[in-house]
Structures are given as C-alpha cells and as structure tokens.
C-alpha cells in the first residue's frame, strides 16, 4: 500500500444547532447576484434568465466566533451576509417541488469578497475566483435542522457592522427561490450530503477594515458573528 507524500487536508466541518454533531462540509456553491437591489448596486441589470454560481473551497469555511484575516493583495475587502443551505439528501435532475426534501438545514454565513479584484477581472471579462475563493472567506454558523427552521419564505436576513445595520431585507425578495436554486443545480452536479450553498446577499455590501465586528441574524435560522483581524 502507497503513503501519502504530505498531509491530506482535515475535511471542515459545521456544528449542528441543539446537538454534539456535526456535518463534514463537502462542497461550496454560491449564488451570483440573487438579490435585485444588491445586482442594482453591484451596477447589474436584473435577468431572470438562470441562476448563476461560483464556488469556494471547502477549506475556505470559517467557524462562528472567530477573527478572520484581513484578506491578502486586496484594499477593498467586502463583506456580503447570506442564507446558507445545507444539502443532506442526495438530488440530481431534482423538481422544485421536491428539492426542499433535500435539504437538511439552514444558518448564516458570510461571503468575503476581494471586491477589486472580481472587480477588474470583470471588467475584462475574465473568472473572479481569486475575488472570491479565498482562504478564510466563508464564516458559517451552526446550522438549524430543516424542521426547526420551516421553509424560507419572509423570514428576516439582517447584518451590522460594528453594531450599525447594514443590510436588511427578507428571504422573499430573493430572485431565485431556494427550491429553485436546488432544483436548477442539480441538473448541473450530483448534489450530496454536506454540500453547501450559498444563496445571495442582499443590498449594503460594503468594505471592512481590521477591528471590525460582524454580526448577522436569519430569523429562524440563528446568528453568526466574526471579528476582522489583521492581514496574515
């Protein structure tokens, strides 16, 4: 039998709200643009043509309460707060009626952005994953079983910065509803336990700086808070 030649990376993972388990993090889906007023902002028009996504190494996952690096090469480092769903059934080529059935649980996360970097590789057209697939970009809470939670609907997404609101809106004014979202990405990958997506921010983004404290609640779906730290 073969050795490993180095160190095989520990798989992240996320607590359970309410319970001493745990859920091992498979894979990081994100959705683009899936609030209007954030695509407005982001100075995008609004096309309700598909989802769009990005995705972020599994590595990237943070756990609530920690300091967090201010991210490397970047000036302009952007938090973005979101809806996260955990996957906990496997789905592939799903319905939208049944793609909630798939979905274990819900929590709050954070999307951290070098936002001058997506920024000038979009503007040539090029991929932005050095904008978003970065280390320590991806704080996640403890997660609420589905149950617990219900289903998405009007429940409030809320976010500060140093105790001053930021973003504020409800899991209705997404463009592309969770069960859409589950239903039209499993047409695209064999969806399993532990994948996580990421469903869109809405309105307020904006840049942090070292010292920062960021703090965001979904009503249902607990709260999730981080301290930015000074640059590695």
């Known amino acids: 039998m073969s050795n490993l030649i180095f160190p095989a990376l520990q798989v992240p993972t996320l607590p359970i709200a ?16 899936n ?89 040539k057209q090029l991929p932005w994953d050095i904008g978003k697939d970065i280390e320590y970009s991806a704080p996640i809470s403890a997660i ?14 809320e976010m500060r910065q140093n105790g001053v609101t930021k973003q504020d809106a409800t899991l209705n004014q997404l463009i592309w509803s969770v069960p859409e979202i589950i239903s039209h990405l499993s047409t695209m990958y064999h969806l399993r336990p532990g994948d996580v997506i990421l469903t869109g921010t809405p309105a307020g983004v904006g840049a942090v700086k ?9 009503e249902g779906a607990g709260s999730l808070k981080v301290t930015i730290g000074e640059p590695v």
């Open 210 to 218: 070292a010292g920062d404290v960021l703090e965001g609640t979904i």
């Open 18 to 33: 309410g319970s001493s388990d745990r859920i091992p993090v498979q894979r990081v889906f994100c959705v683009g643009r």
């Open 144 to 157: 609420v079983p589905a149950d617990k939670f219900g289903t998405p609907a009007n429940q409030r997404i």
């Open 35 to 123: 609030y209007e007023d954030h695509a407005k902002e982001m100075g995008q028009q609004v096309e309700r043509d598909e989802p769009f996504y990005f995705t972020k190494s599994p590595e990237s996952v943070v756990q609530d309460g920690s300091v967090i690096p201010y991210a490397s090469a970047t000036t302009n480092y952007h938090y973005e707060f979101e809806l996260v769903v955990v996957i906990g059934k496997p789905a592939f080529n799903v319905s939208k009626e049944e793609a909630l059935s798939k979905v274990f649980g819900y929590g709050c996360g954070l999307d951290m952005t070098r936002r001058d970097l997506q920024l000038k590789k979009r503007a």
